[in-house]
């Protein structure tokens, strides 16, 4: 059974960082490329960055260039978001997804709130 499960969200004030965790099964993490999405209440899930399988060549949502970095750990099949310099926008819940299983369940996400 494919599984999503992201974790590391949390209340920070602006400027702030957080890490963020995916860790995944099921499935042979370092054969897929995978997405990092975030969702606000009443919208829908927009794409923060992209990972090829190698981890080798990352694309990130203008809104996040040069603040957050995806990477990612083949061997134990987790995905990271680093967040820097947080705003009060880049607040929502994130999720994991390999783009390519889209029959697979959604995890859970991660809450990130940034307030002073």
């Known amino acids: 059974q494919v599984q999503f499960v992201e974790s590391g969200g949390g209340l920070v004030q602006p400027g702030g960082s957080l890490r963020l965790t995916c860790v995944t099964s099921?499935?042979?993490?370092?054969?897929?490329?995978m997405y990092w999405y975030r969702q606000t209440p009443g919208k829908e899930r927009d794409l923060v960055a992209s990972i090829n399988h190698l981890g080798t060549n990352v694309n990130y949502a203008d809104f996040v260039k040069g603040r957050f970095t995806a990477s990612r750990d083949n061997a134990r099949s987790i995905l990271y978001l680093h967040m820097n310099n947080l705003k009060p926008d880049d607040a929502g819940v994130y999720y994991c997804k390999a783009p390519s299983l889209s029959l697979a369940s959604w995890g859970q996400g991660t809450q990130v709130t940034v307030s002073s």
């Open positions: 099921g499935f042979r993490f370092g054969n897929y490329v």
